[in-house]
Nanobody
Framework: QVQVVESGGGLVQAGGSLRLSCVASGRPGGMFPMGWFRQAPGKEREFISAITWSGATYRADDWSGRFLISRDNAKNTNKVYLQMNSLKPEDTAVYYC????????????????????WGQGTQVTVSS
């Protein structure tokens, strides 16, 4: 069983920054693709960014450059970060981290069903 835990959410004023962290543990050996999604009230879960074991990154089609994904490069470590800058009230949502352990051999990295394990989410609230 894999456990996924996010941290770093909170309340921030518009224009501010937050750095989310996520660690996936419980799976011996290997580094897996990991992604960040968010879900605002009344909306579908949307893809933000993903990163492969080799460090290749994937971004949402409407990526504005404000959110940057990175990962810890230590061997067999599945820990990723999401640096969020210039936050806006519309960024308010629950932010989820996910890891793909048994995902398809060919992934878009952008679809929730490609990920096997999810964290509980961390709330990000941006005040105007």
């Amino acid at each position: 069983q894999v456990q996924v835990v996010e941290s770093g959410g909170g309340l921030v004023q518009a224009g501010g920054s937050l750095r989310l962290s996520c660690v996936a543990s419980g799976r011996p050996g290997g580094m897996f693709p990991m992604g960040w999604f968010r879900q605002a009230p009344g909306k579908e879960r949307e893809f933000i960014s993903a990163i492969t074991w080799s460090g290749a990154t994937y971004r949402a089609d409407d990526w504005s450059g404000r959110f940057l994904i990175s990962r810890d490069n230590a061997k067999n470590t599945n820990k990723v970060y999401l640096q969020m800058n210039s936050l806006k009230p519309e960024d308010t949502a629950v932010y989820y981290c996910a890891v793909s352990v048994f995902g398809p051999s060919t992934m878009t990295y952008k679809l929730p069903h490609e990920y096997d394990y999810w964290g509980q989410g961390t709330q990000v609230t941006v005040s105007s």
